[in-house]
Every structure is written in C-alpha cells, then in structure tokens.
C-alpha cells in the first residue's frame, strides 16, 4: 500500500552503531586522550588509505537471461491488481563501472493480458548519460483501468497501446536533462464507456501521434501530429443539463498520496508548454441526445472530418480550423476559418446546404401550436464573433434560405402552413450591446400556402401561431366546433385541399 518492493526487504535492516561496553570502568582523562588520539591517527590513516585506492571497476563482458518470468502483485492502486511477465529475456555486454564506453543491453517480455515490450540500447555509469529504443505492441489497455482511477471514470472495455519511442537521459546534469524524439504513439480499436453503461460511448478505431520533441528539463513537448480516424461519440445531455461524457473527466478514486519530496518538487517546477501542429479526426461521426427538452432532441452528424492547426498552451494566439459535416443525412456543412480561446473569437466561412433545422424545433416548439415537421437551411456567408470585454459582438454576411419549410397544426396534425423558399439575398446582420440590425439587399418568398382560418368572432388563427403558457395546444386549422374550414376556393373540399398544399410543399 505504501509502493514499497517486496524485495527491498531483502537486504534487511541497516547495521546499528556499535555501543560503549557498559561492564568497564570509564577511563582516567589521560588514559581517555592517549585513546583519542590514537584513534584520530588511525583515522587519519584510513581516510589516506582510501583517497590512494582506487575505485572499484566491475567489469561485465556478458551476461544473458532468458525464458524468465516475474509476476508483479501491485496493492497500491484501489483495486489491486496482478500481472505475469513472461518470456524475459535480457542480455548485457560491454559493462564497466569506472569505462567511458558505454554498455549495450536488450531487454523483452510479454504481458500475460496481452502486449509485448522490447527495449534495446546503450548506457554508461562513469558518464552518467543512457539512451533507449522502447517498443511498445498490443498492449491490452484494459489492463491498465486500475491505474486510470485517479485520471478518469471512464472505463476501458476494449483497446490496445502501441509506441515506438526513442530517448536518451543525462543525470549527470541538474536538472535530469531527460529528451524524447523522433517517436510514435498509437492506439487501436479503443472503446470507453461511462461509468453507468455498457455499450461505449467513445470508439477509436485507429488512432496516432507523432512525437517531434519532448525535453523533461525544459517543460516543453512538440507534437508532429494527432491523426485520428473513425472516431464515434454517443453524447447525452440529461434531464439536469449535464452532459454525461464530462463525468469522463472526473476521477473515479482519490489519489495516492505522493511522498513530500515529490509534492515539493511538483510545486516548485515550472509548468509545462506544449505545441500540436496539426490535429486530425477523419471519417468519424457523432450522435447527440439532448433528454432535457420537453422531446428529445437527436441530431445524428455522420460523416465528420475535422482539422485543427497550430494548437498551443497559448491560448491568445488563432488556431486555423476546418469542418465538414453532414447533418441527419440530409444536409451538410463546411466551416474554415479561425478560432481563438482566450479571448473567444470567431472569423468562419461557412457554407450550408439543406441542413436538418426542423431537428431543433424541440428547442423552441413549445411556445407554437405548430409543429415543424420539415425545414431545411441553405447559408453561404462570414460569420465573425468577438467576446469585447463582457459585451459579445457578431456580424454576419452572406445569403440564408429556408426552403421546404412544413408545418402541421400541433393539435390535429393537420397541414397548417408552408413554403417552398424563403431566401434573403446579400444579408448583412449586426449584433452588439446596442441590439440586432438586420439588413437585406433581396427577399424572395416561393409557393407559400396557408390554411387562414376565421372564427365566429372574426378572429384569425394566426394569432393563435404563439401557444399560452398554459393548457393543451389549441387547433390552428379547426374552429372551437371541430368541423372542417369552409375553404376558399369553389368547388376544392377541405382535404383536397390541404393535400394539395402539402403536395406543393
């Protein structure tokens, strides 16, 4: 429980000092300084005798192991957990305590839950300085879930690690000069769920990271790239309004307490700087469940392709971004441009084509006694965002178009209203503290059709469209005696009618 080794204990307790004989009489004070000064001589003459020696050289020309196993029982994890390593193979050549040559070693073995690992380099003691070549295959990361309890709640049902590393350390040096470079890091066929279901909510099939640079003594890590492919997100809002991938973030266990020196060391060091020149997630998809909305909202994005560039602990200075997606299948969307953090602003291209805006009527529904049952969004233009200081600011330019637009009396499901486009061309929409301005060059409306209903009282349905905060949805196409409108137009019965509107829809 406490990280120490089994076999640390076997070199047993230190040697205690040895103590005064207590059975004979103290010494007369000329005795006792003839004594000291004996021994001051005689120590003189051993610390002489040592500073001539020279130090020990042990030599190794070769040693060898192979077919070893080492089973490994760690108790410090919440859950304890044991491995087997097996088929440990090692050798050794060149060994020398006090030469500047340095020694050559390999060393191998295999995971009894899945994995192999191969190390392979040199080091030298007299120089104080070691590189390594670490590979890194298969390696079942279900194996690791009890060491991921402090980081993450997530689970590990399926994956493996994979890494080609190359490092090289200098302790001869303060601080430990330690480097990696020119390495790679891969995972395969991850698959995480949340802490309360079984089928994952992340899948990764295949996924990789090229390591340009990383130095321990001067805090900095320069990554080449971050490529990811067929990724698959399951993300739900629940009733609360959290989203349930953010528990993924939390720790599923309290930490085990690091030693003092460490926690010391741990504070006083600078904090990291990191670069990632280029993230990239390809042929992936995401499915979004919003359950606090009075009706499920479900948007389905399928396929995603996303890039990110010049990502850094900086969070003032713009990361190029670009996005294509497609909507429920049937629209999709291209976004480039560029994004800052910190403050937060905005300056995308975007280009919109027939994008599912009906899947958000559960946003807004509530307040209409119309349901939407199809609405799609074409918008080609520049969106631009600012945070200034605690006022956000948005402009937009460009063309918007809301085209096959249906909608059906929320009461009897009957087609109540609808249009084949509604575009406004060359639109330019301003918004700051001192409201919305919105300007457009051109307005076309295209094969509209209405169902107009007028009421005994002479009240038309149409100011019926925003519903009361209270009661049952209230008809828009039938009158308080529930019969059929009169239509307007001689010898067309009303459910021809309305056919006929939605078929012109």
Not at 399 to 424: C, H, I, Y
């Amino acid at each position: 429980k406490q990280g120490v080794l089994n076999v640390e204990k076997l070199a047993g307790p230190p040697a205690a000092a040895p103590k005064a004989d207590a059975g004979k009489p103290a010494a007369s004070g000329a005795a006792a300084s003839t004594v000291a000064a004996a021994s001051a001589a005689s120590g003189a003459k051993v610390e002489a005798a040592a500073k001539e020696a020279p130090p020990l050289d042990l030599t190794i020309r070769h040693v060898a192991i192979d077919g070893g196993t080492i089973n490994v029982d760690d108790r410090v994890p919440a859950t304890p957990t044991a491995m087997s390593l097996t088929k440990l193979a090692a050798t050794l050549d060149g060994f020398t305590l006090q030469g500047k040559t340095p020694a050559k070693y390999t060393l191998s073995t295999s995971l009894s839950r899945g994995g192999d690992v191969k190390a392979e380099g040199a080091f030298s003691l007299a120089a104080k300085q070691a590189d390594t070549k670490l590979t890194v295959d298969a390696l079942a990361l279900p194996a690791l879930q009890p060491y991921l309890g402090e980081a993450t709640r997530a689970r590990v049902l399926d994956g493996t690690l994979g890494a080609s590393v190359n490092a090289k350390a200098d302790w001869g040096k303060t601080p430990l000069d330690a480097q990696v470079a020119d390495s790679t890091v891969s995972v395969k066929s991850l698959k995480l769920a949340t802490p309360d279901t079984k089928a994952p909510a992340i899948v990764l099939p295949d996924a990789s990271a090229k390591i340009a640079k990383v130095d321990v003594a001067a805090r900095i890590a320069e990554i080449a790239s971050v490529d990811a492919t067929g990724l698959a997100l399951d993300v739900k809002r629940l009733k609360d309004g959290k989203i349930d991938l953010a528990a993924l973030g939390e720790p599923a266990q309290a930490a085990v307490p690091k030693r003092t020196v460490a926690r010391k060391a741990a504070a006083a060091a600078p904090s990291w700087h990191y670069r990632i020149d280029a993230l990239n997630v390809k042929e992936s998809s995401a499915n979004f469940t919003d359950l606090s909305t009075p009706r499920p909202v479900k948007l389905a994005i399928k396929p995603l392709d996303l890039s990110v560039q010049k990502i850094s602990d900086d969070m003032t200075k713009p990361l190029p971004v670009q996005l294509k997606a497609t909507l429920n299948r049937k629209g999709s969307v291209s976004v480039s441009g560029d994004v800052t953090a910190q403050p937060l602003k905005l300056g995308l291209k975007i280009d919109g084509n027939r994008l599912d805006a009906a899947a958000f009527e559960p946003y807004f529904g509530s307040a209409l006694n119309a349901t939407i049952a199809s609405a799609l969004l074409n918008a080609q233009g520049n969106l631009t965002f600012a945070q200034v200081k605690d006022t956000p600011r948005a402009t937009y330019r460009g063309d918007v178009a809301l085209v096959d637009v249906r909608m059906l009396d929320k009461a009897t499901s009957d087609p109540f209203a609808g249009w084949r486009s509604l575009a406004l061309s060359n639109l330019k929409v301003n918004y700051d503290e001192k409201g919305t301005d919105v300007d457009a060059a051109r307005v076309t409306f295209s094969n509209f059709y209405g169902r107009v209903l007028l009421d005994a009282q002479g009240r038309l349905n149409l100011k019926d469209v925003v519903a009361k905060e209270t009661g049952p949805a209230q008809s828009l196409t039938r009158d308080a005696s529930k019969t059929e409108p009169v239509p307007l137009s001689p010898g067309v019965t009303p459910p021809a009618a309305a056919q006929a509107a939605s078929a012109a829809a």
